[in-house]
């Protein structure tokens, strides 16, 4: 999510009780227990455990005024970083209350749900996702699931960034790519959704990695407010759908949130500026990265030295939507916009960046985006690659990502050739 509107959430955590206080009451709640016969669980990994914590129980107290209905289960383990102590289970009923920070209450649903609460769990830790999904699912089954990762994103770096918990070289634990797939599939649940409620996942190389573990993929190109998706607009869209097949209830995320931010922002992107959503069938990546990215990375690595042509393979880049506010610290390009330039300024490359955008338009089913009062709004294509001209902001280690599509393509080998080519 975006850290810079996060932030202001950090700076209001002194009004919160402390870990404390919320001793009171850890008793769960007399609750009815999951629907039986659910077509539907959706799963909230809600990685409050950060700056988000606010955010987290907002989001948390916007599902529970719809809650599971309708054949819809909807489950959640949250973790904050200090308004509660310990990582907690909570099954959502309409109009349940779990947490009340002020009065000291946490009435969460672990003994039912997974038997003890868990105590202090580091969610970024890919075993911490599959102790999730295997607990999730085991006591919501259904015929779908939905896995909603909620918290900061940093594209093909990771998501679900834990403050409490430290890698050896001291910097906050979080999920690569590659630990999202093994996770899940250590779970050995196969999902129908796939969703990121975090800034800039809606990337080639997030939807690549996922393809084995889910059919479809919701994400943003760019950032994520600090509130995230709007959950009682999202629980009552799936609620409405005729049909609640994984491709209705992907484009209904998507809506919903587009939808809670045209209303709320008043003024549209000047007030939530980048706001933007995407739909992903990941059935179609493979095509798109073997046949598109690949190939298109073959060509311009011929070209990565080629005194009269970088200027045009640099110009298709610059002249792409900005995806944040300022600099370069995700260097994503929207690979839409980049592959429609670069057909015009170098007409070698035409039928190929053809061909790689008509595989693009296979994955992206839907992007909406917030549009101002006034017209305006971000245009874009819906996903983005790792891409940046400038060598001091190459990252050496998306080369030891483990990311699939750093094995499978010359997308790599292009990035460091160009980049790398007038430094001694």
């Not at 870990?19 to 539907?40: C, F, Q, Y």
């Not at 970083?81 to 289970?89: F, K, Q, R």
């Not at 922002?265 to 179609?284: E, H, Q």
């Not at 640099?314 to 690979?335: H, K, N, R, W, Y």
Request: with cysteine.
């Amino acid at each position: 999510m975006l850290m810079l509107i996060a932030a202001i959430s950090m700076a209001s955590m002194a009004g919160l009780a402390k870990p404390d206080l919320l001793n009171k009451s850890m008793t769960g709640r007399s609750i009815d227990g999951p629907i039986d016969g659910a077509e539907w669980t959706i799963m909230v990994y809600l990685d409050g455990d950060n700056n988000l914590q606010q955010d987290a129980l907002k989001d948390l107290a916007e599902m529970e005024v719809v809650g599971s209905v309708g054949g819809v289960n909807v489950i959640v383990m949250m973790d904050t970083y200090d308004a509660i102590e310990g990582t907690h289970w909570y099954f959502i009923e309409a109009g349940s209350d779990h947490v009340n920070v002020e009065e000291g209450i946490n009435a969460c649903e672990c003994e039912a749900i997974a038997g003890v609460c868990p105590g202090e769990l580091n969610m970024g830790d890919p075993a911490t996702l599959t102790y999730f999904l295997e607990t999730a699912v085991a006591y919501a089954p259904a015929d779908h699931y939905m896995l909603d990762l909620w918290d900061h994103g940093g594209g093909w770096w990771g998501v679900c960034y834990d403050d409490n918990s430290f890698l050896p070289s001291g910097s906050k634990d979080r999920l690569t790519m590659n630990e999202v797939a093994t996770a899940v599939e250590a779970a050995d649940v196969h999902l129908d959704i796939i969703g990121y409620d975090a800034c800039f996942m809606g990337m080639v190389e997030i939807a690549y990695e996922n393809r084995n573990i889910a059919d479809y993929m919701v994400a943003s190109i760019t950032t994520v407010p600090g509130f995230g998706w709007d959950y009682t607009g999202l629980l009552n869209s799936i609620q409405a759908l005729d049909e609640k097949t994984a491709e209705a209830v992907s484009i209904a995320t998507v809506d919903a949130y587009i939808t809670s931010y045209e209303i709320c922002a008043g003024n549209g992107i000047a007030g939530y500026p980048y706001v933007s959503a995407s739909a992903f069938d990941l059935s179609k990546v493979t095509d798109l990265v073997i046949n598109g990215i690949d190939p298109l990375a073959a060509a311009l690595l011929d070209l990565a030295d080629d005194y009269f042509l970088r200027g045009a393979i640099e110009s298709s880049e610059s002249q792409t939507p900005q995806l944040q506010f300022a600099g370069e610290q995700f260097p994503f390009v929207d690979i839409g916009w980049y592959v429609t330039l670069m057909a015009d300024k170098i007409p070698d490359l035409a039928a190929l960046c053809d061909e790689t955008f008509a595989l693009l338009d296979e994955v992206v089913i839907h992007v909406r985006s917030v549009t101002s009062v006034s017209g305006g709004v971000l245009d874009t294509y819906g996903i983005s690659i790792y891409f940046t001209c400038s060598w001091d902001k190459l990252y050496e280690n998306y080369l030891t990502s483990d990311l699939d599509l750093v094995d499978d393509t010359l997308w790599d080998e292009f990035l460091f050739e160009f980049s790398m080519v007038y430094v001694e």
